[in-house]
């Protein structure tokens, strides 16, 4: 892949960050909180039944980027929140987050995940099927404990949308004619539903902030999509060492995703039947990955995709507007840059 | 299986239900909130996602036989309850119980339920995956509209508990080492402990009747405990045709139930070899059910587990003592025979 227009990093051609932040910086600000999450997160992972303990421990040292429990921590100190709380819904959010990961790597076939065997690889996948299970009620058995109604709702709405995105999604798997529109249903529910709630969860904690809502449901889920946006790119662009995950695996796995979606309507009938050979072999069997990406490179529709996924960024930052000037509002301003930025 | 000495309903050589009790009139207490559930149920299956659709109406269409609702409002109505909010959670109960089913119906490979093909059969894997998880979400969503938190918290623990269960169950397949202890610790978890959320829940119902709690719970434990044991006795002496799944099915997907348990350590090696035979080949190659079922049948252990039944029966009943005399009251102490009767 060396040599690839997209080798660098997707957003850091454009634009900087802006001077003098770091992820350090950012997350130093929830470093503490963050830390008590991953706390809670290990504690709950434990049970009398041998297989949770160690497919738990698998679980925990995996890693993560914990992207929806930090911003839950950052719009929770946005809006002048400091207990343990915030700590309990960041957690819940994650294992939420993990749930649906374990349960879409069955229904995906996939052999690795951040590097590592996928716990359906190694431990098969009917006790995988459960594992998602008891983590998704673990979560949910968590979240009670603050006694607050609203957010369980909240919790419960995001993961009956993530869960039909899936559907959707499978239910569309290997079709070349799916649109630009059934695309971005999917990933609206998919993935920036949970956005979405992580973001605007704080407002439920009492005292509550109703006011907060709005925007910051704006811009989870207008960070949610540029989320996707980049994923989506970095099946494209990353190295399967950067990813932990072999390139061009949506395709194989009969998705097409935005830069293919763009590039349909442009390519001649010849074209457009290399991309139906790997919906329909999920695999390179009648073309090459590089005839693909020669393609896609070809029509420009991977900078179009960026330029999109900028936007969303925009639309993220303009949503924070509404609150005064602070710490955790430059922080979450600072996010979708590194949404941009980021390599796996 | 004519001619066995089972082929006549578990309990009816023992002993009659009361006289002029029938399952109609004990069902007919609670018909129109039975009918309501009903209702519920098929209308949170609607979706506009196509497949939930589908699989919505095959699954309502399926029937079932309702007992956790059943039970569930006969507590209601045993603590003067009469409003809608246990007709919500009868239908939260079901979907809880038919989620499981779905997940269940995945891991054990069944191709059959309810003498229909299973929903895994018929859609496959992984779109059933996310139907089990969509419907336990959605039975979640349903609770939440009575502002009932503890209601909730024992949901979520029930459903721990039988995760747990199926785990342990699926950790132990094939083994034929497998304890009696253990064996109680699976049906615990996996059956009775839904059985007694359904029937305690309604002491959670506004006003609360906290003291109901204890016997209440007994009573399902008990009844859910009595419940399984028939179910795996009905595997041994239900025709095909009465239970919609083939017959010594437990045995072929690698399980071992009471009756096998305690026969075990009474049988030769040779005998006992029979057994291992069925759990490592999944199948009856190097010996018959006949053979399986002679050898249960030399042994007694049917009649054995039968009794055992039986007690948990009078067990239920007697934890009934508690509440005063009732219509409701005397539906809950015929219940237990008709449970030891039922024939699918």
């Given at each position: ?62 890693g ?8 839950l ?47 359906n ?74 956005f ?74 010849k ?43 925009d ?21 979708p ?8």
């Open positions: 892949m060396s040599g690839h227009p997209f080798s660098t990093p997707v957003a850091s051609r454009l634009e900087e960050p802006p001077a003098g932040t770091s992820v350090h910086q950012v997350l130093e600000l929830v470093g503490d909180k963050l830390a008590a999450t991953e706390q809670v997160l290990r504690c709950h992972l434990e049970s009398d039944v041998p297989f949770i303990e160690d497919a738990g421990r698998y679980l925990a040292d995996s993560g980027k914990r992207m929806r429990p930090a911003l921590l950052l719009a929770a100190r946005l809006l002048g929140h400091d207990s343990e709380e915030e700590v309990t819904y960041a957690a819940v959010v994650e294992f939420i987050h993990t749930a649906t990961l374990i349960h879409d790597d069955i229904i995906d076939h996939s052999d690795l995940r951040r590097g590592r065997e996928t716990v690889r190694r431990w098969g996948n009917s006790l995988t099927v459960l594992l998602g299970d008891w983590i998704y009620t673990k979560a949910m058995r968590m979240a009670l404990a603050h006694d607050n109604l609203e957010v369980i709702r909240q919790l419960t709405n995001a993961t009956l949308r993530m869960t039909e995105g899936e559907m959707l999604s499978l239910e569309r798997l290997g079709s070349i004619d799916l649109s630009v529109e059934e695309y971005f249903s999917i990933i609206d529910r998919k993935t920036a539903y949970l979405s709630a992580a973001c605007s969860i704080p407002c439920l904690i009492r005292p509550a902030h109703p006011e907060g809502a709005i925007p910051l449901r704006s811009y989870g889920r207008a960070l949610g999509n540029c989320f996707q946006l980049v994923d989506d790119l970095l099946d494209f662009t990353a190295s399967q060492g950067e990813l932990g995950k072999p390139v061009l695996s949506d395709l194989k796995e009969g998705k097409l995703t935005l830069p293919l979606l763009l590039l349909l309507p442009r390519v001649t009938p074209q457009r039947q290399l991309v139906q050979f790997v919906l329909e072999d999920r695999a390179f069997e009648r073309t090459t990955a590089q005839e693909i990406l020669d393609l896609v490179d070809s029509e420009g529709t991977l900078a179009e995709v960026e330029h999109m996924a900028r936007a969303f960024a639309e993220a930052r303009e949503a924070l507007a509404f609150f005064p000037p602070s710490d955790a509002r430059s922080a979450l301003e600072i996010a840059e590194f949404v941009l930025n980021r390599r796996s």
